[in-house]
């Protein structure tokens, strides 16, 4: 360092009043060697003028010394540390006795061990038998141990390693003090306590100090970190004055030694008490038993609880007891072999700590967090330590120095580097020393005052604050060199991430993120994103779950910024994610297939249904995970492969069912992501539903065969409605009529009857198609538009279905009759059997009593429906389908290509023959594909068949912006249900007139 030169000129008046009160204790000849030693100090003026209150306060021993040999050496003494700033010059000034002490006893290279310290604390609890009095001495004893150890540093220069080690012993002497106190005042109102499964074993107790404290480097203002553990789950003794288990008991116990050594009195406090690192956090009990603390970190300990374990050390009570624990604990804080992901880990403490002090823009003055600075030497050696410590024991101590030569002695750092940041670190703790010193706070900031910086500098002795500043600059330099050759801290774009899940973090950068994301209330969001990365606070995640969600977030968020409410999204998403029994298998599938992310946003924040469906299977999203897939639809060999390996794997029982989910939520994301038309989605749901039926009427009748017997008759599932019309939509049911060929009863080879036969088969499939399991059900069905309804049998001859629909039916059954489609069994006859049937529903006339009565029909259906009933209100989808289907009868003789079941292709038919007039067909098909894409989006978000659209705020805000409309939903059906009762109207009357 360079030597300190600086001219100087007190206060005359405050050195005249110095020098006077010299003279009253016959010290005059000492005014020569205190003009010398207030030039030679860092801050003459403030050194005299506390000097000047110590001569007014002092009496007895300091008096005296000033009459020795002795006394030039004193006032240089004095001198010197009145110059260090306010802490040193209050406290001698407060207790001026206290300097003659300091001349007396203290000496550089001997300062009391932690034995010493100890002693003197249970010597000095005997003279002060009370918790409180004991409390006030404890405060005292601290103040001037603490004046003892600045004294040695200041004046005395002892290393910083001793001085270190000396805080740290007095800190370890106050903690015992506090826990036997404390212990002291528990005992007597509950005894001591005993084992659960031993009664015959005392439970142990250890204070663990981590932290600073844990590697015996602790400075002046230091918080101390503590946990406590306790060895065994226990309760007070059967003869105890009060009953407590071990928990209750050390609850209060940790209590009273947090209050012993952080509580305010007239005396102040002894240290500041910082728990926040125990198992658990905020959120856990303040003491933990052995076991339980060792299940926390081996299953929830996250990387920077990995590197906080380093520098854990027990302090007070049974100190063995602590030494199990870490033991214990040894291999998940030094793994023998780290694999990539838990250098990731790492990489991700050092950037969300880097984000909080950048955030802060103290960089460049921040001696302890800024770049090259106290924590990037301490980062730098701990990281060393996890990655070889599973292999080398020696690198495995809690103190930074200590570690750092251990690690350039096995060559895990070049010794040239290890010295390097030995030297730096002990030049960075000496300025964050007298920091501390000159105001007593808690600081590690460079002043920003220039005059306050070459005050500093000066007391650290430099010459001035630019040289100084040059030093610093230099030596900060070099560390963040040597770490980032270790470890690569530029970021990917997205250290805002970090930032969003440090809770250290003011967030200013991740929460402005959010916002350009699309977040409306970022505050909120961040609080949403908490609880999705650690878990509730009474049920927390896994260290590797949060690392999983860190690694996603990204991706995740800006497919939440896609959606129309960002904001509901994400409550949404964590109100599913907190459903999910193991989020880490979802955070893991997302983080190696990230457009999942996109997938799984664009359901959630469009479908309960959906979300209940991943709920229940998570790997759902598997299947349609594969780059691709969604981009065309299935075709039927494809679904039926698929199913054919999931019926191989080792549980087949959900196969129809993953098969259904997983088809579905491909459909759904074709339609929400690719905007795939109503047609479509139709069809694809057809397909898959037809799909299912076959594989259900395979297996029963091969059960069926089994039970009675094989046939050569022909059996066929005719489907009706939507299912008929392939116009499918999420939620619908299938109306199906099962058929069988005739064949007469004496040539049936089996030992039942036809229809006992046919029936059987029949409903087999309706209870696997139906029947509620743990996978849910397959389909909603309805059998009851089969001949007689749900009267008859389940199974109709295909005799019975042409006598039934030529003599018996009503209009409006051969009316449904229009969209009758074979969809399974014997191929053939079901084409024949539908065919027929279909024929006979387009052959069955229309007059003006057919079209009376349909009328009748409509406007009952419409009185009775709400204003969102898309079905049956006036302007509804059953008035397009009776518009469409009049036209369809009045016409289907000179065109028989209008014998068809879906209305989008009997439209185009019709508007290709010219048969219904542009206003009219654009009217019902516009009209329609709004009403069936509106009802497929109100079905999703709910899972239900209705046709009745929920009319609460909530639900229309949720379909307004999901479908990007710029007009109210309501007013929107009104505006499209006029114009679809115009264009019935005017069909009904002009086919009405012809007729």
Known sequence: MEATEHPYTCDPATLRACEELLRNRGAESLLPRLKIALDNSADPEHALVSLTRFLEAETGAPHEILRTGDAPGYLEMLVELFSQGSLLSDTLCANPAWGAWLWQHVTPDRPPSRADLIDAVTQAFTEHPGFEGRLRWMRRFTRQHMLRIAMRE????????????????????????????????????????????????????????????????????????????????????????????????????????????????????????????????????????????????????????????????????????????????????????????????????KQQTETVIASKTQTDREVKLGRGGIRDIEFTVQMLQMLHGGRWPDSRTPNTLEALRALGERQRIRPLQAKTLERNYIFLRGIEHRLQIQGGRQTHILPESPEELELLARRLGYSSGGAFMNVYRERCQETRAILEQFLATKGDGNLWVNELLSPESDCAA???????????????????????????????????????????????????????????????????????????????????????????????????????????????????????????????????????????????????????????????????????????????????????????????????????GETSASFAVLALGKFGGRELGYGSDLDLVFVYEDEDETNFTVTTSPIEYFSGIASQVLKQLKEPTRYGILYDVDARLRPDGSKGVLAIPAQRLRQYYQEEAYPWEKFALMKVRGVSGDEPFATRTASEARHMAFSMGLDRKALEDLEHMRAKLAASAQRLDLKRREGGIAEIEFATRILQLRHVKGHPELERGGVFGALDTLRKEALINEESYAALRDGYAFFRHLLNRARMMRGSSSACISDTPETLKRLTLGLDLEEDLPGLVDAQAKAIHRAYTHIYRSVYEEL
């Open 510 to 708: 991740g929460l402005e993120k959010l916002h350009s994301i699309g977040f409306t209330n970022a505050e909120r969001a961040r609080e949403e994103i908490l609880v999705m990365a650690n878990g509730p606070v009474d049920a927390p995640y896994t260290r590797e779950t949060a690392q999983q969600f860190a690694a996603i977030a990204p991706f995740l968020l800006s497919a939440l910024g896609q959606t129309p409410d960002p904001d509901t999204a994400l409550v949404r998403l964590s109100q599913i994610l907190s459903l999910l029994p193991v989020p880490a298998t979802l955070y893991n599938l997302l983080k190696y297939q990230p457009r999942l992310s996109r997938y799984l946003i664009a359901l959630i924040s469009n479908s309960d249904y959906f979300s209940e469906m991943l709920v229940r299977d998570i790997s759902l999203l598997d299947l349609i995970g594969t780059p691709g897939h969604i981009e065309n639809p299935s075709d039927r060999e494809e679904l039926e492969q698929t199913l054919a390996d999931l019926q191989h794997a080792v549980n087949s029982a959900p196969a129809l069912y993953r098969l259904r989910d997983g088809e579905v939520l491909k459909i759904a994301l074709r339609d929400l992501i690719l905007g795939i038309s109503v047609a479509s989605v139709g069809d694809e749901l057809s397909q898959l539903a037809e799909v299912v039926i076959a594989n259900s009427l395979q297996r029963a009748r091969i059960e069926t065969a089994r039970r009675f």
């Open 154 to 349: 200041a004046y005395l220069h002892a290393p910083f390693e001793s001085v270190a080690a000396d805080i740290s012993h007095l800190a370890d002497a106050m903690i015992a003090g506090a826990l036997l106190a404390s212990t002291r005042e528990l005992s007597e109102r509950y005894g001591t306590l005993v084992s659960d499964e031993d009664p015959a074993h005392e439970v142990t107790f250890c204070v663990l100090a981590m932290g600073k404290l844990g590697g015996c480097e602790l400075n002046y203002s230091s918080d101390i970190d503590l946990t406590f553990l306790y060895s065994a789950n226990g309760h007070t003794r059967d003869d105890s004055p009060r009953s407590a288990t071990a928990e209750e008991y050390y609850r209060k116990l940790c209590e009273l030694i947090i209050k012993a050594l952080s509580g305010q009195t007239s005396e102040g406090h002894v240290f500041r008490v910082d728990t926040r690192l125990r198992p658990f956090g905020n959120s856990g009990p303040l003491a933990c038993s052995l076991d339980g603390a060792v299940d926390y970190y081996s299953n929830f300990g996250r990387a920077w609880e990995r590197q906080a374990l380093i520098k854990a050390r027990p302090c007070a009570g049974d100190l063995v007891l602590g030494e199990t624990m870490l033991e214990r604990l040894r291999p998940f804080v030094y793994p023998r072999y780290f694999d990539d992901a838990t250098l990731e880990d790492i990489r991700n403490v």
